[in-house]
């Protein structure tokens, strides 16, 4: 059974429409990635706000860290299982899947993240990610000691937190406007 074929509920402005900035920006994600992701077509309703999105994500995802862009991916994998964002769940777990080679391993974090086969690193960042998405009142510094003695230092557990922290909320943004992930990323990195 196919997925809904909107965008979102929201209706979206014309390509054409976009500022020159915003424009370049959704050519070359059609360039890279052959299509320009649903999240950033709901955004272009505000182009200030796809704008801030756009760094944000970029400078999160993307930028200098020492979490690997892995990493990043497989937290917010089970950021947006814990939370069941269908947008997420399925765009980042292409993400995981293009990353590890692994196409087993997106799964498993979008189902229960604790079968797959994790280094005590990435199983400690994931336990953190889990806790702070489900329970964020009881995380306190036993939970930082934890990450800390899984090898984590203080830039990382930074990085993690605003990672854990972002996908938090662009769930809640892609559950609340009903996004819909382009099609194209069921079919991505499955061989």
């Known amino acids: 059974m196919p997925q809904p074929d909107h965008v979102s509920i929201y209706d979206l402005p014309d390509p054409s429409e976009l500022d020159a900035d915003m424009a370049e920006y959704f050519a070359i994600c059609a360039e890279k990635l052959g299509m320009v ?17 756009a760094t944000f994500y970029n400078t999160l995802m993307l930028g200098e860290s020492k979490l690997s862009k892995l990493e990043r991916e497989m937290i917010a994998v089970v950021v947006s299982s814990a939370n069941r964002c269908f947008y997420c769940l399925v765009a980042h777990g292409q993400a995981v899947r293009k990353l590890s080679g692994d196409p087993e391993l997106g799964e498993m974090l979008v189902m229960n993240y604790r079968v797959a086969k994790l280094d005590p690193r990435q199983r400690a960042m994931l336990d953190f990610a889990w806790k702070l998405t489900t329970t964020p009142w009881e995380v306190d510094e036993p939970d930082r000691d934890l990450l800390r ?27 609340a406007s009903d996004m819909m992930p382009n099609r194209e990323y069921h079919r991505m990195d499955r061989d």
Do not use: C, H, W, Y
């Open 37 to 53: 992701p649903n999240v950033l077509k709901t955004f272009s309703r505000n182009q200030d706000k796809l704008r801030a999105f």
């Open 149 to 175: 003695a899984a090898g984590l230092d203080e830039s990382e557990i930074f990085d993690l937190s605003d990672v854990i922290g972002f996908f938090n909320m662009s769930n809640r943004f892609a559950i």
